[in-house]
């Protein structure tokens, strides 16, 4: 006769089997375990917030990117995030945002932005939009001139407008309206000089800053130790690491509220 605490035994071991083989048929047999050692990753498809609470800054190890499985990055940023790369870039671009969305992806950030596109400049069918990289409907455009540590911001920084677009609480708009409106350091409202005044718009609108403080604010969280750099424009970076020394707590709290622990 099998007792109760037997039985229980035998249906978790029936259980896990089932849990290990799925995902094991999916591809994810890192997350498996993961999700096992870790009872704070957020499972795929849920928002940050229905992460396990006090479970911030509990995060698996990182650890470089494997190459690209048969040396075909497009096909593995699709495969593994739902991310389309336009063959139009340049070919190192694909690699690229494989090794940040492999670095990244314990967080909530690929599964909020999967299904979206990444085309050159040029592609955008409004030559008056072809002048700098840009978000536009379910694609953003990029310039075919960045070295690998400025891609890896305007990368996040343009795919973060998507997150942006989505509704609260799954976005936190309306919280981040509140934090950008009233956190100064330093007398400067928004976490970079570009969230603040939004500079490569001809005349800003406060929404255009705070939409553009939104991408930059997940943008250096998820890139830590990064100068900022979003525009080229003379004057407009700081020329500091946003969250240098504690510097921007709110918002570094709310993205990690969106995007999980890093």
């Known amino acids: 006769m099998i007792h109760n605490n037997s039985w229980h035994k035998v249906l978790f071991i029936i259980v896990l089997g ?5 995902f094991i048929a999916s591809g994810s047999v890192e997350k ?13 498809g849920e928002p940050s917030e229905a992460k396990t609470p006090g479970c911030e800054g509990s995060q698996p190890p990182k650890t470089p990117a494997p190459a690209c499985p048969n040396n075909n990055c497009p096909k593995a940023v699709l495969d593994e995030f739902g991310i389309t790369i336009s063959a139009n870039l340049p070919s190192e671009y694909s690699r690229y945002a494989w090794e940040k969305l492999w670095n990244v992806r314990y967080t909530n950030f690929d599964d909020l932005v999967r299904g979206t596109f990444v085309k050159a400049v040029f592609e ?8 700098g990289s840009h978000r536009k409907e379910n694609a ?4 075919s001139i960045y070295p690998q540590s400025f891609f ?5 920084h343009e795919l973060s407008h998507f997150i942006n677009d989505l509704p609260d609480p799954t976005s936190r708009r309306t919280d981040h309206d509140g934090v950008f409106k009233n956190e100064l350091e330093d007398g400067h409202r928004g976490v970079t000089g570009y969230g603040e005044l939004a500079c490569t718009y001809e005349n800003p609108t406060d929404n255009e ?6 991408a930059d604010m997940l943008a250096y969280y998820l890139n830590p130790g990064v100068i900022d750099q979003t525009s080229g424009i003379e004057g407009c970076n700081r ?7 504690g510097k921007y707590p709110n918002h570094f709290k709310l993205a990690q509220d969106i995007l999980g622990a890093y």
């Open 124 to 131: 955008d069918p409004d030559p008056e939009n072809r002048e």
């Open 140 to 143: 953003i455009y990029l310039r």
């Open 239 to 245: 020329g500091v690491v946003p969250y240098a020394n």
């Open 152 to 156: 890896d911001i305007i990368f996040v």
């Open 18 to 22: 089932m849990f290990i083989s799925f």
């Open 32 to 44: 498996v375990f993961a999700v096992l050692s870790n009872k704070c990753i957020t499972k795929v």
């Open 209 to 214: 800053k705070r939409e553009e403080d939104y």
